[in-house]
């Protein structure tokens, strides 16, 4: 994987990739698209009071919100920790599988993650946000430590 994925971290005994998964691009694109046609329409039906207020402020969180979705990844896969870490912005930052001291499996399309005490719990990704071709990589690797190949800890 170019761009996104494949980006290497050192750590203390080796290097570890790993796979960066960002937003499909028509979801940031159309945010930033929507977002803009509020500020345009604000401003051009209502000059004034509390509407155009409420347009601007809409507005301007779409265009942010896109532009937010464009520069950042939508989650983290490290294949070494078996651990995903969703970091959508505002300093907020939620890992699954390893780091909840569980484990990733596939169930279908969907990313789960086995908890010691058996509990499943469903990871917050899903293929309708996320890169298509970076989705299909992270799912490679889940599924190969679901079968239990050579990527199993």
């Given at each position: 994987m170019e761009g996104r994925a494949g980006r290497a971290q050192p750590t203390s005994a080796r290097t570890v990739t790993t796979i960066r998964v960002g937003y499909r691009p028509f979801v940031p694109i159309s945010a930033i698209v929507f977002g803009a046609l509020v500020l345009l329409a604000t401003i051009l039906l209502f000059p004034g009071g509390v509407l155009f207020t409420a347009g601007m402020v809409a507005g301007m969180v779409g265009v942010?919100?896109?532009?937010?979705?464009?520069?950042?990844?939508?989650?983290?896969?490290?294949?070494?920790?078996?651990?995903?870490?969703?970091?959508?912005?505002?300093?907020?930052?939620?890992?699954?599988?390893?780091?909840?001291?569980?484990?990733?499996?596939?169930?279908?399309?969907?990313?789960?993650?086995?908890?010691p005490d058996g509990r499943t719990r469903r990871v917050p990704v899903?293929?309708?946000?996320?890169?298509?071709?970076?989705?299909?990589?992270?799912?490679?690797?889940?599924?190969?430590?679901?079968?239990?190949?050579?990527?199993?800890?």
């Open positions: 942010v919100m896109g532009v937010l979705q464009l520069t950042t990844p939508y989650f983290d896969y490290d294949p070494a920790r078996d651990t995903i870490t969703i970091s959508p912005g505002f300093g907020m930052k939620r890992q699954f599988g390893a780091a909840m001291g569980g484990r990733l499996h596939l169930a279908g399309d969907r990313i789960m993650c086995v908890l899903s293929a309708t946000w996320a890169n298509e071709q970076e989705w299909q990589a992270v799912l490679a690797v889940v599924s190969q430590r679901t079968a239990g190949g050579p990527a199993t800890r």
